[in-house]
């Protein structure tokens, strides 16, 4: 009861996921690294630059993570059905999964190949490599830009930010590096920058893959306090109680309650029903930005007969 009635929200449906409003801009993103990863591996050979050719393997797996964002986005608008009852929303967090263990894979590999340069190591080209790690800065900087609202919104957005930014930072240290061999001849610069790439991707994937596990293992979402809503329930006018109270998200923007409520009698008939199934709502609406909530009103003693597993 109540998922059905808008009181207070205009009759208000999602026309999508948080993440369909940035489709156009993962394109434009994705077009961008697919191209600026042709020319780092070009650049890569021609200065024989790991740092480079590393940074170009992150763009690959960059590119890879936009797309499966994307792709992701194109099944969560999908209709709802009678077996897939919130639809294919839950694919934009997979996505976001992928994204994180791409993500960890790729920093896997580069402290990998970084230790294999020290052990055998081999002349760069400084010039070439700062060249293309200019384009490639470049290039990520208008990328970033696109994604930076929409990773605030998203988690599947946010997957492919990370990525983005990742190569940012793996321009970053290319430059430093092949400007430091340029100066010194200190080829060592190289293989010290990829560890760098390799240890400055961990931290954000954690913290990513963490709040992806979050929504997968049905935790309540941000900002949505169960001890608070609880409270809020509880001093409506008529309520005697709360319970089987569960808060959690479907996707990036779509959280989700439900609750049985104990009421007092008087409110069991029709008007008083109507009259707290529009409070509760407007409740939950207005405190906690959670617009999808079912609630099952019931008389004292009726939880007795309800499965135990429930509570």
């Not at 050719?53 to 890879?64: R, V, W």
């Not at 580069?110 to 020290?118: H, K, V």
């Not at 109680?241 to 609750?259: K, Q």
Request: glycine share 10%; net charge negative.
């Amino acid at each position: 009861m109540g998922a059905g009635h808008d009181h207070g929200h205009g009759g208000r449906r999602r026309a999508g996921t948080a993440a369909a409003a940035y489709r156009g801009r993962l394109r434009i993103a994705l077009a961008i690294t697919l191209g600026v990863m042709a020319l780092e591996v070009a650049g890569g050979v021609l200065a024989n630059s790991l740092a480079l050719i590393a940074d170009a393997a992150h763009m690959a797996t960059d590119a890879l993570g936009l797309g499966m964002a994307l792709l992701a986005i194109h099944f969560a608008g999908r209709p709802v059905d009678a077996k897939l009852t919130f639809g294919l929303a839950r694919a934009e967090i997979l996505a976001a999964l992928a994204n994180c263990l791409l993500l960890l894979g790729v920093g896997g590999f580069l402290l990998y190949e970084a230790i294999q340069r020290f052990i055998t190591p081999a002349e760069t080209k400084g010039g070439v490599a700062i060249v293309f790690a200019l384009v490639g800065l470049a290039a990520n900087g208008v990328s970033l830009f696109l994604l930076m609202r929409g990773q605030r919104e998203s988690l599947n957005v946010r997957g492919a930010y990370l990525e983005v930014l990742a190569d940012a930072l793996g321009s970053v240290a290319v430059l430093i590096s092949s400007a430091v061999i340029l100066a010194t001849g200190w080829q060592a610069a190289d293989p010290i920058a990829s560890l760098a790439i390799g240890l400055m991707i961990v931290p954000r994937t954690v913290k990513l893959l963490r709040e992806t596990l979050d929504v997968l293992l049905e935790a309540a979402p941000k900002g949505v306090d169960t001890a608070e809503v609880r409270a809020h329930i509880e001093a409506l006018p008529g309520v005697l109680d709360v319970h089987d109270l569960h808060a959690w998200t479907i996707t990036s923007g779509m959280p989700v309650l439900s609750a049985h409520v104990v009421v007092a009698p008087d409110v069991l008939d029709e008007v008083g029903h109507e009259r707290m199934l529009h409070d509760l709502q407007s409740c939950l609406g207005s405190h906690f930005a959670v617009e999808h909530c079912t609630f099952q009103l019931e008389p004292g003693g009726h939880a007795e007969h309800e499965a135990g597993y429930c509570h």
